[in-house]
């Protein structure tokens, strides 16, 4: 899979993306990463990608001009408007040749869950498009599929938002992660599941005492793994599983 990233801020994502699970995916050709500068599409000496809002106000909008002339390039074809069809649906014809999603990073967009991430994974490329300031111009989601927020929050910009995106997509690939069998039955598999704790080795930890937390102290104890768990009974591991996991 492509992810392809517009942002302002491009030196923000090869800390993240070139370490761990998401490097040794690189390598094997499961995933690619293309981290895309807004502001090499905009005129000018000084490659301004932003402007004062008509009508007035704070801030300062993203210019949907430069981003629709890097959209054009990012996707390998021509972006042609078309009549709409429903308030929430796409104006852009693209070529069905690569299945493109351009999603676009915004705090009032429908909040990511675990599903939306493995109906993503059915993309061949993934365009994230990242606010800043006051945001995009609004003629900018013509040329969205669709908005995603993380979280019901704003935050400075798009760029954590495409991070999370591409995190939570990339684990749902086959092959990024080691053991497939670590997403099956993990929080979110399914709508509400919370996964049963986890424990490893030591057996048993000695607290002497970790201070004060609220108003309580903490007394000196040991911290052991629960019995069952060490008993090599699979059958009887199972049961304690599934009485503790959880659906919220």
């Known amino acids: 899979m492509v992810f392809d990233i517009i942002t302002i801020f491009p030196e923000l994502f090869p800390p993240y993306l070139n370490e761990s699970l998401l490097k040794h995916a690189q390598k094997k050709g499961l995933l690619d990463f293309r981290v895309h500068n807004l502001r090499d599409y905009a005129p000018g000496k ?37 009549k709409k069809t429903s308030p929430h649906s796409s104006l852009v014809t693209r070529n069905s040749r690569t299945r493109t999603r351009v999603i676009a990073l915004d705090p009032a967009g429908k909040q990511l869950t675990q599903a939306m991430a493995k109906r993503l994974t059915t993309y061949d490329q993934l365009v994230l498009l990242c606010g800043r300031y006051e945001g995009f111009d609004e003629r900018v989601y013509k040329f969205a599929d669709e908005k995603i927020s993380i979280g019901p929050y704003v935050l400075l910009g798009g760029e954590l938002p495409a991070l999370v995106v591409i995190d939570a997509v990339s684990r749902m690939i086959p ?33 002497q005492g970790m201070g004060y937390r609220g108003k309580k102290k903490l007394n000196p104890r040991t911290l052991t793994v629960p019995n069952v768990l060490l008993s090599g009974d699979h059958k009887k591991i199972e049961q304690w599983r599934k009485k503790y996991a959880r659906h919220k």
Request: aromatic share 8%.
């Open 46 to 82: 000084h490659h301004v990608v932003d402007d004062r809002p008509y009508g007035g106000g704070p801030g300062m909008i993203l210019r949907a001009d430069i981003m629709i002339r890097c959209l054009e390039t990012v996707t390998g074809y021509g972006l042609r408007v078309t």
């Open 175 to 207: 092959g990024v992660v080691g053991d497939p069998e670590s997403i099956v039955n993990e929080t979110h598999s399914t709508e509400g599941y919370v996964e049963y704790p986890q424990y490893t080795r030591p057996e048993a930890i000695r607290v």
